[in-house]
């Protein structure tokens, strides 16, 4: 189950006039703890945005992410809730928070409605909120040795030749 860890940078830009403007700009980045959040925010961010700080790091609670490709560069979070009953045969109301990508509200919905119906318990979509979330970061594993060091098979080969 991914961690989602929301990270805010700052930097300064110049525009054509010459004067500095502060821009803030939010990600999200699914990592293992704080520390692997924010190294992998300098990692994925300094491509593209040379001089910048990490002002903020905090944890999102969400129970899904739903990434379509086609269309749709802003970010909602949507409150879902489930309506399950209990033993003794009352209501109760588990809320989740999902994020969709999507050119606006109406679409969200549809997107979130899509992606759960295929639900057997009944749910409810309660608010849609537009967030400033620019980019998503899934964690990629990846298998790449340092240079300083082989696979096992290699050393293993090498020592019974």
Not at 71 to 77: D, N, Q
């Amino acid at each position: 189950m991914p961690s989602w860890y929301q990270g805010k940078i700052r930097y300064q830009l110049q525009d054509p006039t010459g004067k500095f403007k502060t821009i803030n700009e939010a990600y999200l980045i699914d990592a293992v703890s704080y520390t692997d959040a924010e190294a992998r925010l300098y990692k994925e961010v300094a491509a593209n945005t040379p001089d910048f700080t990490v002002t903020a790091l905090s944890r999102m609670r969400l129970a899904d992410l739903f990434h379509f490709e086609e269309g749709g560069e802003t970010w909602y979070k949507c409150k879902v809730v489930y309506i399950t009953e209990d033993d003794k045969g009352r209501e109760k109301r588990i809320v989740n928070q999902m994020l969709v990508n999507a050119e606006n509200v109406k679409q969200a919905y549809e997107r979130i409605e899509e992606s759960l119906r295929t639900m057997l318990i009944p749910f409810e979509t309660t608010d849609i909120n537009t967030t400033k979330i620019l980019d998503i970061f899934p964690y990629v594993e990846e298998e790449r040795l340092p240079a300083n060091l082989r696979p096992l098979s290699e050393v293993m080969e090498r020592d019974e030749n």
